[in-house]
């Protein structure tokens, strides 16, 4: 069996949430062919995900709960738990025969994993457009506005929004909240600034980490 279809038999035959799933094939995809160790950056892993460190912490201890990975008790840097994926070994192909093999079987995502992986995309997206920085002249014309009285507010405000460590640049966040205004889900909205302060404040919880 080849390296990349043990992961795929691993993650799709293992009753563990999607979001483990989804983790463990990030893991076992970085591991290269001749080793099942690595180390771990939980703060990498949710930026990919589109979650919390605590959430990839939870799907961690899932992982690790039925044996899927294991804490080799050591840290890269002194920093990073390292651990093993014992599931995953790598064997040498066979010799050519002229048998030819069945297929591996795919599973058939649900509507919910299908619904997963669209919402993970999608803030995947998000992320990457808010953590580029934004030249003034590309700004729009509601966010230079807002921009010209409440920038100075809102960097005091919202002081991690400062493009540092791969968090997002608050004119970014302005820039993306600003081109929303016409977005139909967020009803009409009277006060821009408002507004533009709310969605600064969710960026800031769910991607700052705090």
């Not at 799709?12 to 999607?18: A, E, M, R």
């Not at 048998?99 to 995947?124: F, G, M, N, W, Y």
């Not at 919202?158 to 205004?181: I, N």
Request: net charge positive; hydrophobic share 35%.
């Amino acid at each position: 069996m080849s390296f990349i279809q043990q992961v795929q038999q691993i993650a799709t035959n293992t009753s563990i949430s999607t979001r483990a799933r989804l983790l463990w094939m990030l893991l076992a995809t970085n591991c290269s062919p001749g080793t099942s160790k690595l180390w771990i950056k939980q703060a990498t892993f949710a930026q990919s995900l589109g979650c919390s460190r605590s959430s990839i912490g939870r799907a961690l201890r899932e992982l690790a709960k039925i044996n899927l990975i294991v804490d080799m008790n050591k840290r890269h840097q002194g920093r990073y738990k390292t651990y093993s994926l014992p599931g995953l070994v790598y064997q040498a192909p066979p010799e050519p025969i002229v048998a030819v093999s069945a297929p591996v079987p795919v599973k058939k995502l649900s509507k919910r994993e299908i619904a997963d992986q669209k919402t993970a995309k999608i803030i995947q997206a998000l992320i990457q457009e808010i953590c580029t920085p934004v030249r003034e002249e590309d700004l729009n014309p509601h966010a230079k506005q807002v921009l010209d009285t409440w920038k100075n507010i809102w960097t005091e405000k919202f002081p991690k929004l400062d493009g540092q460590s791969g968090r997002p640049y608050l004119t970014s966040c302005v820039q993306k909240a600003t081109s929303d205004l016409g977005n139909w889900q967020y009803g009409r909205i009277r006060d821009i600034p408002e507004f533009v302060d709310s969605w600064l404040k969710t960026a800031t919880q769910r991607f700052c980490g705090i």
